[in-house]
């Protein structure tokens, strides 16, 4: 049986930047703690598509949509080790698990975020870029 995966979610992920994917790249530096904001399992074919958001420790450039995650979000989300960080919210990486080369469905979520990300993430989708990893 497979694990579902479930908004909030943290979960280890090679994500790939935009600006890594506009310069040629097509895989993530290394592997980086990312929040589920959607994951959504298809009647059709029982796929589970995911939205994936980097979690950084490096303060977001001028310009860029992030949450700055409160310590006490951070020791929730299995964090607890990272000074500061943010959630991503201007760009996403797509994926599906069963069809995926970076997901282990098994693996270990590392915690779970309660805070309303998928908000957020919802009025910024207009513009926000979607980096696909099924390629």
């Given at each position: 049986?497979r694990?579902?995966?479930?908004p909030?979610?943290?979960i280890s992920?090679?994500?790939?930047?935009?600006?890594?994917?506009?310069?040629?790249e097509t895989?993530?530096?290394?592997?980086?703690?990312?929040?589920v904001?959607?994951?959504?399992?298809?009647?059709?074919d029982?796929?589970?598509?995911?939205?994936?958001?980097?979690i950084?420790?490096?303060?977001?450039?001028?310009?860029?949509?992030?949450?700055?995650?409160?310590?006490?979000?951070?020791k929730?989300?299995?964090?607890?080790?990272?000074?500061?960080?943010w959630?991503?919210i201007?760009?996403?990486n797509?994926?599906?698990?069963?069809?995926?080369?970076?997901?282990?469905?098994?693996r270990?979520?590392?915690?779970?975020?309660?805070?309303?990300?998928?908000?957020?993430?919802?009025e910024?989708?207009s513009?926000?870029?979607r980096?696909?990893?099924l390629?």
């Amino acid at each position: 049986m497979r694990r579902e995966f479930r908004p909030g979610e943290v979960i280890s992920y090679p994500y790939l930047w935009a600006w890594q994917q506009q310069r040629g790249e097509t895989e993530g530096r290394k592997q980086r703690p990312v929040c589920v904001v959607i994951a959504i399992r298809s009647t059709g074919d029982g796929n589970t598509h995911l939205a994936l958001l980097a979690i950084t420790t490096q303060s977001p450039q001028t310009g860029r949509l992030a949450l700055e995650i409160p310590d006490i979000e951070r020791k929730r989300a299995g964090l607890g080790d990272l000074k500061e960080s943010w959630i991503m919210i201007d760009e996403y990486n797509y994926d599906i698990v069963e069809r995926s080369w970076y997901i282990e469905p098994d693996r270990e979520i590392l915690g779970r975020f309660r805070v309303k990300i998928a908000g957020m993430f919802a009025e910024a989708r207009s513009r926000s870029g979607r980096v696909n990893r099924l390629d």
